[in-house]
Nanobody, 117 residues
Framework: QVQLVESGGGLAQAGGSLRLSCAAS????????MGWYRQAPGKQRELVAT???????RYANAVKDRFTASRDNAKNTVALQMNSLKPEDTAVYYC????WGDGHYYWGQGTQVTVSS
């Protein structure tokens, strides 16, 4: 099992910045992908960004050029730097990780990000 704990988030004004962090614990060996999803009110959960162990990043089109994901493989942490925030970025953000052989994502508890106009 892998446990994920997010920190950061909160309230920001449009155009501002926030940083999310996530730390994995438990059976963290063989973690492959780490990253972030989000779920806005009334919408389905969607991918924000993922990173493989070699740093290959994948971003949703909506956040490209504004958000940057980074990870520290030695510490099993992943971060999301969010710049130029928009009200439509308001959502609960979830940290995710998958581990070789498990076939599913592990999820954090989620952290609220609210962007006011």
């Amino acid at each position: 099992q892998v446990q994920l704990v997010e920190s950061g988030g909160g309230l920001a004004q449009a155009g501002g910045s926030l940083r999310l962090s996530c730390a994995a614990s438990g059976s963290t060996f063989s973690i492959l992908v780490m990253g972030w999803y989000r779920q806005a009110p009334g919408k389905q959960r969607e991918l924000v960004a993922t990173l493989t162990t070699d740093g290959t990043a994948r971003y949703a089109n909506a956040v490209k050029d504004r958000f940057t994901a980074s990870r520290d493989n030695a510490k099993n942490t992943v971060a999301l730097q969010m710049n130029s925030l928009k009200p439509e970025d308001t959502a609960v953000y979830y940290c995710i990780a998958d581990r070789w052989g498990d076939g599913h994502y592990y999820w954090g508890q989620g952290t609220q990000v609210t962007v006011s106009s």
